[in-house]
């Protein structure tokens, strides 16, 4: 799915996405990432649901976000007790979706002007 171009000043936006991969500022990626409005990091260990640690939620929470989205692939999909536990150490507590509505959540909260932290899982 493409995206409208939006002329707000974020660092960061995502453009189109489809199973597998995000664009975001032109660069496509295929590995999984945490993204904020001003912060990618390309380097989320996670590679699936499975594989997704309490210490990887640390990473959605760096920035103080207001909101955490987790997209968890083709299909929603909840991780475990443990990770949600971590967020909620925070104060916070995810939004847990497919990929397609995660970077559709994103990109309207970041054109509200929100605090939000985005996980991919890709």
Not at 19 to 46: A, F, K, Y
Request: aromatic share 6%; with cysteine.
């Amino acid at each position: 799915m493409k995206f409208a171009l939006d002329s707000a000043p974020v660092p960061f936006r995502i453009q189109a996405h489809g199973e597998g991969w995000v664009s975001i500022n032109g660069e496509r990626h295929e590995r999984s990432l945490v993204l904020t409005p001003q912060n990618l990091r390309t380097d989320w260990p996670p590679t699936g649901i499975e594989t997704l640690a309490p210490e990887h939620a640390n990473w959605l929470c760096e920035d103080q976000p207001e909101v955490v989205l987790l997209g968890t692939g083709p299909r929603q999909r909840f991780p475990s007790g443990a990770f949600l536990g971590q967020i909620a150490r925070h104060g916070l507590s995810p939004e847990v979706m497919d990929n397609g509505a995660a970077c559709r959540t994103y990109t309207i909260l970041i054109s509200e002007g929100r605090r939000v932290s985005l996980g991919l899982l890709l």
